[in-house]
């Protein structure tokens, strides 16, 4: 524990690092700006810091910005190829990837979850009615990307935080984390008192749960993602873990998730993306140029496994949970930071175009989020 409480501290001084004027940065060098996903799951750790005024104004940032058909900016900040080379620092709020020209989703849940969490931690009654139109609008117009009417959203290619593979359909991590959010809007309304509305996104929650476990489980876990007829059964870590820690997998299926994990051999460094590696016509050609091929396809991210480590304590692994909790110390106080992306020695991504990006909030703010919820520190 003592190695734990080391690299906790570390943890906490780096998610503070980011916490900007408008909200909470991703990171402090190439992606210094506001990213709608990176910070809502910052937030977590935020919150159990009970920096609750950082995640106030971060999820400001996002809801000042809506559209009016209620899509979030899944960023705010400046090109991002003319941000790496220091040439562009507007903070302008972004609709689309920065790989073409389809919308993203994912940062629509994430948002809806992070205020749930926001407002379940504070009790702030003003805020959530000042915004739960907002919020409500949010998830509909999640609904709208459900373009088959089969309660499961569709999206383009590079539109999820794995925004290097070409990923497109009914993707497991988008529509996990919608299915989430769907929970969360039934609960600010039970909040509220409003039964009608509440019990409507409670069945709706309880429909979509019913249809990912449906279509996306294998027998051994939930395969990645659906285009039309084909099924493409690779173990996301993402989808799969985040399935536990929001009720989505029931025991059984959680136990054999954490059995893959190991099978697969997901939490050695810790943690991977997928299993097998993709195939590299499924991974955007500019990375492959830049070498990095891999940066969603071989590499790892501690937020994967800080994610695991509380999954696995939820389903009575709490030896397991502490186990990995104990790699990622390691690797923090190896390193004395919280990196974005490590390589298969456990080493900070290091090329000639690209280095991890620290400290990195994301991963910061989930180790924060993951000491507590597994062994009460804070």
């Not at 941000?83 to 994430?110: A, C, E, V, W």
């Not at 805020?127 to 373009?147: G, P, Q, T, V």
């Not at 409507?200 to 027998?219: A, M, P, V």
């Not at 949970?321 to 930071?337: F, G, N, P, R, V």
Request: charged share 25%; proline share 2%; with cysteine.
């Amino acid at each position: 524990m003592n190695k734990i409480k080391k690299a906790l501290n570390i943890a906490k001084r780096d998610l503070r690092a980011n916490y900007g004027t408008y909200g909470i940065y991703a990171g402090l060098h190439h992606f210094k700006n506001y990213w709608a996903r990176d910070s809502a799951f910052a937030s977590l750790g935020s919150l159990e810091l009970k920096d609750y005024d950082i995640v106030k104004l971060n999820l400001k940032l996002y809801l000042d910005n809506i559209t009016n058909f209620g899509q979030f900016p899944f960023r705010v900040g400046p090109n991002m190829v003319l941000n790496y080379f220091g040439l562009d620092k507007r903070q302008i709020p972004r609709f689309h990837n920065d790989k073409g020209d389809k919308k993203t989703i994912d940062q629509n849940s994430l948002l809806i979850i992070s205020f749930y969490n926001y407002i379940k931690k504070t009790n702030d009654l003003d805020f959530l009615k000042k915004y739960i139109h907002r919020i409500e609008s949010a998830l509909i117009w999640n609904f709208s990307c459900d373009k088959n009417k089969d309660l499961l959203l569709e999206e383009g290619e590079y539109c999820n935080w794995a925004d290097s593979l070409k990923k497109k359909g009914s993707v497991l991590f988008t529509n996990v984390c919608h299915c989430h959010a769907v929970y969360c809007v039934s609960k600010l309304f039970e909040q509220l008192n409003n039964k009608n509305t509440q019990q409507k996104y409670t069945e709706l929650h309880k429909k979509i749960k019913k249809k990912i476990n449906h279509d996306f489980w294998s027998g051994e876990h939930y395969i990645d993602w659906i285009d039309g007829d084909k099924q493409y059964n690779y173990f996301s870590t993402d989808g799969n873990i985040l399935a536990i820690l929001w009720n989505i997998a029931n025991k059984d299926r959680a136990k054999h998730i954490e059995e893959a994990s190991h099978i697969y051999d997901i939490n050695d460094i810790p943690s991977q993306c997928v299993h097998p590696n993709y195939p590299n016509n499924y991974v955007s050609t500019k990375l492959r140029l830049m070498g990095l091929g891999d940066y969603h396809n071989g590499l790892s991210w501690l937020w994967l496994g800080c994610i695991n480590a509380i999954a696995k304590n939820k389903i009575g692994m709490k030896k397991e949970a502490l186990i990995l909790l104990d790699k990622i110390s390691e690797i923090i106080l190896k390193h004395k930071t919280v990196h974005e992306v490590y390589d298969k020695t456990g080493n900070p991504v290091n090329r000639p175009i690209y280095k991890s990006e620290h400290p990195f909030a994301w991963s910061a703010g989930l180790f924060v989020y993951a000491v507590s919820k597994i062994s009460g520190l804070k």
